[in-house]
């Protein structure tokens, strides 16, 4: 199994490299057919460019390994600190997310079941700014915009007065969609980890 996937990721190279050697046997049919005998100064120099593009070549696969290499290497490195940020995470908003399903059973008709929401909502805002830091430590770029998104969105809704339904149902579903995004990035990380783990 191991030996099958390290195969196959050597096949797109041998077909280009066979691919470019048939290419080449056909120029040179050609040059011989126009030009008549090669002379050794045309051989040396096609002997030349082949050694070149396969110097090239393996060089390129040399560099490309190397790199998977470190990076694979990088990742192993701090894969448990990510994870136990993003455990701590987890547990955090998950106290939000329960939070969050108290506020759908209200009908949000008073004005104190408004306030309520609100001050859940910027109470909410503030764990979000004092984790920042944590959320960089082990999320990538994109899943960190998505976060920025739902912040966003969710100071656009109580800012709004008065507090609609609507922008009370919004703000209870950007709170699980939060809760969502930290979730999947650890099976992320978890699938990453595996996969490096299996691929040793």
């Known amino acids: 199994m191991k030996y099958s996937k390290y195969i196959k990721g050597y096949i797109p190279y041998f077909i280009f490299i066979s691919i470019f050697l048939a290419d080449l046997i056909m120029y040179g049919g050609l040059v011989r057919m126009f030009f008549g005998k090669m002379d050794t100064t045309i ?15 393996i060089t390129y696969v040399g560099v490309r390994k190397t ?14 600190e990510k994870l136990m940020i993003n455990d701590g995470l987890i547990n955090t908003y998950k106290n939000f997310l329960n939070a969050s399903f108290f506020m759908r059973s209200l009908e949000f008709e008073s004005d104190e079941e408004k306030e309520r929401l609100v001050e ?27 976060m920025d998104f739902h912040k966003k969105s ?29 979730s999947v990035n650890k099976t992320q ?5 595996y996969k490096y783990k299996r691929n040793k």
């Open 67 to 80: 790199l998977q290499h470190r990076d694979r290497e990088v990742f192993m490195t701090g894969i448990t």
């Open 43 to 57: 051989i040396a120099g096609i002997i030349s460019f082949i050694g070149a593009v396969l110097g090239g070549t």
């Open 154 to 182: 969710l100071n656009g809704s109580i800012a709004k007065r008065p507090i609609t339904i609507d922008n009370a149902n919004n703000c209870i579903e950007k709170v699980g969609s939060i809760y969502q995004v930290i």
């Open 189 to 193: 990380l978890e699938e990453k980890y």
């Open 120 to 146: 859940f909502i910027k109470k909410m805002l503030t764990q979000l700014d004092d984790d920042n830091e944590k959320f960089y430590k082990c999320m990538d770029y994109d899943a960190i915009r998505i």
